[in-house]
């Protein structure tokens, strides 16, 4: 199970960083955020996916999750929401003052 989620995060790397490339700003935002749940699924894979107890105090079980990757992840999910969230802003703002997305024809403008 391990693999098959590592090589889709492989794939969601693969497709950020294509949209990364592409002159449309949207799709540069849209290529961050698929490149942020790539990190995200990688980092839980990395963590092990473990079945087993609740960490607590005077259980008796065999098995413990660890939910440090778990919660690291959960953070990173809430400020790759709100990095995004502030760039489709930006870039809203940039098009109802330039009437463009394109890359290369924002390059020009005086207020660059």
């Known amino acids: 199970?391990?693999?098959?989620?590592?090589?889709l995060a492989g794939v969601l790397v693969t497709v950020a960083v294509y949209l990364l490339l592409s002159r449309n700003l949207i799709r540069v935002i849209l290529g961050t955020a698929i490149l942020s749940h790539a990190v995200?699924?990688?980092?839980?894979?990395?963590?092990g996916l473990k079945k087993g107890s609740v960490p607590l105090l005077g259980e008796h079980a065999e098995k413990y999750t660890d939910a440090l990757?778990?919660?690291?992840?959960?953070?990173?999910?809430?400020i790759s929401f709100a990095v995004t969230a502030f760039l489709l802003v930006?870039?809203?703002r940039t098009y109802k003052e330039?009437?463009?997305?394109?890359?290369?024809?924002?390059r020009g403008f005086k207020n660059e």
């Open 1 to 7: 199970m391990e693999t098959l989620i590592t090589i």
């Open 40 to 47: 995200h699924l990688l980092i839980m894979t990395m963590g």
């Open 69 to 78: 990757p778990q919660a690291l992840i959960l953070t990173a999910i809430v």
């Open 90 to 92: 930006l870039a809203y």
């Open 98 to 106: 330039t009437g463009s997305d394109d890359l290369d024809t924002l």
